[in-house]
């Protein structure tokens, strides 16, 4: 006897488990699963489930949905590295494990009660500020995945945010230990004055400053992980990585190296996003745009990181800008722009 109630086979094969993903095609991968549509705020007419004329829903209508930039499916665009929050977890683990052997082993070297004055004045001068600009790097990043169209775009800001705190979290704790063994080298006493008044920082914490009162998503975007990001992190990991090791802060010289690591994931996500968003041509024009205008700001990071970095034993000021230059107009030939050719550093 036929079960009235049972599902012709034919019915049960069309159905569809995913049903979000539409016609896939295939089961949705486990970073899909976890990343796939958690923003509700999108493809709404009131983003917000309050009055239209409250705050925050305009400001998401005027400064993220209303950008220039367009794209049919944000939900289409992929982390490369496909990164979950336990994937995230488990890696950062590791590497705060690695960080941890280093602070001990070289605390029972004694490493920094040897430093040389070379190392001592570089590490005060050029690493304890840093963590203020690490913190600016830190804002910006969590502005980008509040504003983010899509849970995709969305995550690797929230990840890039968390690597920040871990950037300023290592590097009080390393300011902390260098007043320890240094006590009148000025560690953890002038460096907030450093980050607002020392000539060199002023036009990275300018470029930050600028930075964070960009509130269109597709400005943000660019003048954080184009601009600012890259230059930054080039400066203040990988130059500062290099210059540490040749004045025997090899402990330094070993963190910074690990947190490149970090730089290195944001920004492939970084060059992924602009890639996806050139395959509508219209947008190339906004995103060169946009770069254009703020470059300048990178350029005087170039120049004043390159006289902060510079020392007797490591490279000289130009050519650790002249690097910088180099490398940064590679990262954004990868992600698919031009390095900006207007005038040298002025105001956007």
């Not at 946009?290 to 990181?305: N, Q, R, T, V």
Request: charged residues 25%; glycine residues 8%.
């Amino acid at each position: 006897m036929t079960n009235p109630q049972a599902t012709p086979r034919s019915r049960q094969r069309a159905l569809k488990t995913w049903s979000a993903f539409g016609n896939l095609g295939r089961r949705p991968t486990e970073y899909e699963i976890l990343t796939h549509g958690l923003n509700h705020t999108t493809g709404r007419p009131v983003p917000l489930e309050m009055g239209p004329d409250v705050h925050g829903n305009v400001w998401l209508r005027e400064h993220r949905d209303a950008t220039r930039l367009r794209c049919a499916d944000w939900d289409a665009f992929r982390d490369p590295d496909a990164m979950t929050y336990g994937k995230y977890v488990a890696q950062q683990d590791d590497q705060e494990t690695y960080v941890e052997g280093l602070l001990e082993q070289f605390e029972r070297e004694e490493h920094d009660a040897a430093l040389g004055s070379e190392a001592v004045a570089l590490l005060r001068r050029a690493l304890a500020p840093s963590r203020y600009l690490a913190h600016g790097q830190q804002m910006l990043s969590a502005y980008l995945q509040q504003l983010a169209s899509s849970s995709y775009v969305a995550n690797c800001a929230a990840f890039q945010t968390a690597d920040q705190l871990r950037r300023v979290q290592l590097t009080a704790c390393r300011t902390t230990q260098l007043r320890s063994a240094h006590p009148r080298a000025g560690f953890a006493t002038g460096e907030r004055q450093a980050w607002e008044g020392a000539d060199d920082w002023q036009p990275i914490r300018r470029a930050v400053e600028l930075a964070l009162v960009e509130f269109d998503w597709d400005r943000a975007f660019v003048v954080t992980n184009l601009v600012v990001k890259p230059v930054a992190d080039l400066l203040t990991l990988s130059e500062l990585g290099r210059q540490c090791a040749e004045a025997g802060a090899r402990l330094d010289a070993l963190i910074l190296e690990n947190l490149w690591i970090d730089a290195q994931r944001g920004w492939r996500w970084t060059a992924a996003l602009t890639r996806f968003l050139l395959a509508d041509e219209a947008n190339r024009e906004v995103l060169q745009g946009h770069l254009d205008e703020l470059a300048p700001l990178g350029d005087a990071m170039a120049d004043s990181g390159g006289r902060l970095l510079a020392t007797g034993s490591g490279r000289d000021a130009a050519e650790i800008s002249a690097a910088v230059r180099t490398r940064w107009g590679a990262l954004l030939a990868e992600a698919g722009l031009a390095a900006a050719a207007g005038p040298a550093a002025g105001t956007p």
